[in-house]
């Protein structure tokens, strides 16, 4: 029983992490203007812990929102984002039970009054 499990390499996926498909913008995105929300899409059902916003040189700044349950696809409402770097810290429960993170960064351009013009 176990060999036969062991010789199939979907068993061996199956117990792996949950891991992200992508994201909303995407890791490493180079935005305009600080988006409304993130979008966090994982592979199979996972629960989404906690997210963060960090800025260069200001504190970790924790997101709230309303705990749910397993999901695959996760929108967090982020803050207005500081031009330059942010990175968004997420944690999460995998599917098998153990704990999963990563960062999308996000850099938003410094707003121009040109751009502002109708
Ligand atoms: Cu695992």
Do not use: C, Y
């Not at 060999?3 to 199939?8: F, N, S, T």
């Not at 260069?56 to 996760?74: I, Y």
């Amino acid at each position: 029983m176990f060999a036969a499990l062991a010789m199939l390499g979907i068993a061996t996926t199956a117990l792996a992490h949950s891991t992200v498909k992508n994201t909303v913008p995407a890791n490493e995105a180079v935005l305009p203007a600080s988006p409304p929300a993130v979008v966090i899409n994982f592979n199979e059902p996972a629960r989404l812990v906690s997210v963060s916003v960090v800025h260069a040189g200001a504190p970790e700044r924790k997101l709230t929102f309303a705990p749910e349950a397993e999901a695959t696809s996760f929108t967090t409402a982020v803050p207005q984002l500081e031009p330059g770097r942010n990175e968004i810290k997420w944690r999460a429960l995998s599917r098998d039970g153990h704990p999963i993170s990563g960062t999308i960064v996000l850099t938003v351009q410094p707003a121009t009054g040109a751009a502002k013009a109708p």
